[in-house]
Each structure stands twice: as C-alpha cells, then as structure tokens.
C-alpha cells in the first residue's frame, strides 16, 4: 500500500509540474491573441508595466482554474489506484476523462476571464481601458487585474463543483434496511 500511495504522489506531482507549463503557454496565448485592441506581447516587450501585470494576473488566475480541474483528475486517479476493484472505469478511460476535464476548466477559464474583461469594459466605456492599458496607465491595470481576481474567487469554487459532478463515482455496495 505504501508503494501504491508513493507513485499516486509522484503521479500527482508531474501532473501538476506538466500542468504549469501548459497552463502558462496555452493562457499566454491565447489571450495574447483574443485582445483586439493592441499586440499586448508587443507592449510587454517595450516594458509596459500595467500589461504586464494584467497577463500575469490572468496567467495566475487561469492556473487557480486549471488546479482546480486538477484535483478531480488526481482524485480519480488515486482511487483507481488505491481501490481498483470499485473503479467506475478502465484506466484508459480514466485518462481519457482527466483529460476531458482539465480541457473543460482551461476552456472555462478562458471563457469566465474573457467575458468578465469584455463585459466590464461594456459598462465603463468611456473609460476606455484597451486604449488607456496600451498608453501604459498602471492604474488601469491594477483596476483589470482585480476584476479578473474577483471573478476567479467567484467562479474557481463552481469549476471545481462541476468538475467533480462529471467524475463517475464507485459503487459502494447495497444495503438492505428491512426485509
């Protein structure tokens, strides 16, 4: 048993080293590209500091999304490991699922930062944050970042909630109350 639990651990931790890195690369690029206002890499490297703190705010509330998909997937896997007579599925199928669901909270991180930038920048328009975000204005985003955190604390704990629904859960066996 001591065995099983030290190669879930080791499992678990190169799922979460492999994650980070294509939580940072799949995030950077994707909302490097979704911005329709300016080339944010462009600005990065001219050293604009409040787009840089805006994709870095993203890139860590994207991974808080991601770690949250991740758990499930971990849990999956240690029951089969652990218990793998009362696993719902095959491994392959498990690993087909994992997968399922990291793809499902990266697409849902992407949606939830995407629309909650779009929106709040519908209902201060005349703010004009792409604009004031290229011209360097820190304060814009410092303003960007905090609603891209709120809308993570918000959103994260309902990923996890619906990504542990989606996990097939063993069977525990019949009890018979009366007879």
């Known amino acids: 048993m001591f065995l ?10 190169l799922l979460a080293v492999v994650m980070s ?3 940072i690369y799949v995030t ?3 909302f490097i590209r979704a911005n329709p ?4 890499e462009d600005e990065i490297k001219k050293g604009n500091i409040a787009t840089g703190l805006l994709v870095g705010t993203i890139l860590v509330c994207a991974s808080v999304f991601l770690h949250k998909g991740m758990e499930t997937v971990a849990g999956m896997f240690r029951l089969y490991m652990t218990a ?3 696993a719902p599925l095959a491994l392959w199928q498990m690993v087909l699922l994992g997968f399922g669901h990291l793809a499902l909270a990266m697409f849902l991180a992407v949606v939830t930062i995407s629309v909650t930038l ?8 005349r703010m004009q ?3 004031e975000l290229q011209k360097g204005n820190v304060a814009v985003g410092i303003l960007l970042s905090s609603v891209v955190i709120v809308a993570t604390l918000y959103v994260s704990d309902g990923v996890g909630a619906l990504s542990k ?3 097939p859960q063993p069977s525990i066996g019949r009890i018979q109350v009366l007879k």
């Open 28 to 30: 950077y690029r994707v």
């Open 129 to 131: 944050e792409g604009k």
């Open 4 to 13: 099983i639990r030290v190669m879930v651990s080791i499992f678990e931790f």
């Open 21 to 23: 890195g294509t939580v």
């Open 118 to 125: 779009r929106l709040f920048g519908r209902f201060t328009r």
């Open 165 to 167: 629904a989606l996990v």
């Open 84 to 86: 793998p007579d009362s």
């Open 37 to 40: 206002d300016f080339d944010m």
